[in-house]
């Protein structure tokens, strides 16, 4: 099991880069690992509820329900 950082700088400007780290820790969870997540710059809007549920990035799930995934596998966020 390896301990994985995936770091985000892409928020509401950007809703497909937005999820990218929150789809790869969850497929990381599903491998086996232990990922974290860390936000940084506009990324960090992604913490307004109101902005989150709006995210929606093409070809994955409404963020909402990632950032839902992540916290019931417990998935830390560090912003």
């Known amino acids: 099991m390896a301990e994985i950082l995936y770091v985000s700088t892409y928020g509401s400007d950007d809703p497909t880069r937005a999820t990218f780290a929150?789809?790869?820790a969850l497929?990381?969870?599903d491998a086996g690992h232990?990922?974290?997540i860390v936000l940084m710059g506009e990324a960090v809007t992604l913490?307004?509820?109101i902005l989150a549920?709006?995210?929606h990035g093409v070809g994955w799930?409404?963020?909402k329900d990632l950032w839902q995934r992540a916290?019931?596998?417990q998935i830390p966020a560090y912003v």
């Open 61 to 63: 799930p409404p963020l």
């Open 34 to 36: 232990k990922p974290s």
């Open 47 to 49: 913490m307004k509820g």
């Open 71 to 73: 916290i019931e596998h």
């Open 27 to 29: 497929g990381a969870v």
């Open 22 to 24: 929150f789809v790869a």
């Open 53 to 55: 549920d709006a995210v």
